[in-house]
């Protein structure tokens, strides 16, 4: 059924630290590594090797060049994958109810049995979320790695997606952000996690931690703030130094 | 987006289909055919346009084979629901040719020839709102998209049934339907320009920085992309070949929509050549409906391309 679930009380979903993410593409590389042989599986390529290689992939890490409104430099990588919306739209146009949004923990899933490509989720989705499999021309996307977080034989600590354990900086948090008390909660509330684009209305589930204030400059670091000769303080300085200062500035 | 030709014939032909099988319930219900001379290749006609405008769609399909399984989801899917009344208005086609063939009363044609005029109006219906829902792409989530195919698809049937009236020498038909047209044409112009001058006043939809979750003000510049080759993304929403030629090409559909009506009111009012007078016309009006569709596509910018082409601006 494509009718999207009433909104529950879990809601599963990540939280991505722009802060510390440092671009590596790990996560992007776990995620294509396991959902090719997950459950949802394979994510194909087309011409792998070849001049013009193609394939699904469910996570894409982009770098930007920002210019706070402080009017300070810095570069920021993103990594733009399913946040698993309250209304999500990709599910409620599909007209074969091939997509769907697990109504206990709120996961936006696909049936690769019954999707019938005709990309109509993917134009619903303002962040790009769904990618085509080449071969098999059926939607594709992230499942939060259901095969692993519902998967009992693996032990409690694996049971996280793949993107999350892999990710070097732990810049990537999963856990329920229907509940205020849990770990990811605490940390949105903490550091002011945001929602993509909210006035869309697609109410993500997912949060982004905007990045921490740089330290850009000299005084930031904890050094001088100005490192030049005005910074020099004769009355402060050691009996030799204040000799050689009156020697040198005569 | 990317202007896929499946979609483009699709909209087309089977929106002529419509608008034709919409004026011949219109005009069996006013009464006006004793004879069904006009009214069968008319049925014929449309069955056509339908038939191949659908089947062009089904190419469109990944898995084209399961497309059965999209009549499953009218309660949300305006695509499920387009699909459905799609081939409902097939089956009226099919018993209202029938009932015409069998000579059946006139009350039982009248009610066929209404089901079908209300199932073609609805199928247009819903083949607009497929685009008109979609709010990542602010080009089609207006109020303009629902009036602009309706009229197109009106004024390009009305062309069909005015060719037919003159094929089968229905003097009077084909002088309504071809007034008709004539109001339709015209009204298609207004509908486009002013679903233009919308569109190019209302930009991008989304802010980068609202996007990356930055603080609004934030100066966004992409230095390194997520991949090194065009991705699936890319190839069915990037496309931005139109924003070249946008503004020639839209004075051509203009153009079109303009001269169609022309050759159409020439085969209604000349007593000689109304059968190729008519061919032109239908010819131009396709033509028009051809690139207006193109520029449909090939104009829209989804919101997603702001995560690749952010500037600041």
Partial sequence: MTALPPPGNKRLGLVIDLDTCVGCHACAVACKQWNDAGAYGPLNDQDGYGAEPDGAWLNRVHSYDVVTPEGDATTLHFPRSCLHCENAACVTVCPTGASFKRAEDGIVLVNPDTCIGCKLCAWACPYGAREIDPVEKTMKKCTLCVDRIDNPALPAHDRQPACVQACPTRARHFGDLGDPQSAVSKLVAERGGQALAPELGYKPTNRYLPPRKRRQRAGDTGAPARLDDHGFDAQKASPLLRWADRLLSR | ?313
């Avoid at chain 2, 089901?115 to 083949?127: F, N, P, Q, R, S």
């Avoid at chain 2, 090194?228 to 079109?256: D, P, Q, S």
Wanted: glycine fraction near 8%; include cysteine; charge should be positive.
């Fill in chain 2, 1 to 313: 987006m990317h202007p896929a030709a499946s979609v483009i014939l699709f909209t087309t032909l089977s929106g002529a289909g419509y608008g034709l099988l919409f004026w011949l319930g219109l005009w069996l219900l006013a009464g006006r055919e004793t004879l069904p001379d006009l009214a069968l290749p008319a049925l014929a006609v449309g069955f056509v346009l339908v038939s191949v405008g659908l089947l062009a769609s089904v190419a469109h399909l990944g898995r084209p084979l399961r497309a059965w399984r999209a009549f499953s989801q009218w309660r949300s899917s305006w695509l499920s629901r387009e699909g459905m009344i799609a081939v409902i208005s097939l089956a009226i086609l099919v018993a209202l040719a029938f009932a015409l063939v069998a000579g059946a009363a006139r009350g039982r044609v009248d009610v066929l020839a209404l089901a079908l005029c209300v199932a073609a109006a609805l199928t247009i219906y819903c083949t607009a709102r497929i685009y008109s829902s979609l709010r990542p792409i602010p080009a089609w989530h207006n109020a303009w998209v629902l009036p602009g195919y309706a009229v197109l698809a009106a004024a390009t049937g009305a062309a069909w049934l005015s060719l037919l009236a003159a094929l089968v020498a229905q003097a009077e038909a084909l002088r309504m339907v071809a007034l008709a047209s004539l109001a339709l044409f015209v009204l298609s112009v207004v509908v486009k320009v002013a679903y233009w001058r919308h569109v190019d006043r209302h930009g991008a939809g989304v802010d980068a920085a609202s996007a990356l979750a930055l603080p609004a003000g934030s100066r966004v510049m992409p230095f390194e992309a997520p991949h090194t080759e065009a991705n699936f993304l890319l190839k069915e929403m990037g496309f931005a070949l139109a924003r070249k030629h946008g503004r020639r090409l839209r004075r051509i559909v203009v153009m079109l929509l303009c001269l169609a009506p022309l050759p159409v009111l020439a085969a209604a009012f000349l007593q000689a050549g109304g059968v190729l007078a008519g061919a032109i016309g239908v010819l131009l009006a396709m033509l028009a409906v051809l690139v207006e569709r193109w520029l449909f596509f090939a104009q829209a910018r989804h919101v997603v391309m702001t995560y690749y082409d952010a500037r600041p601006s």
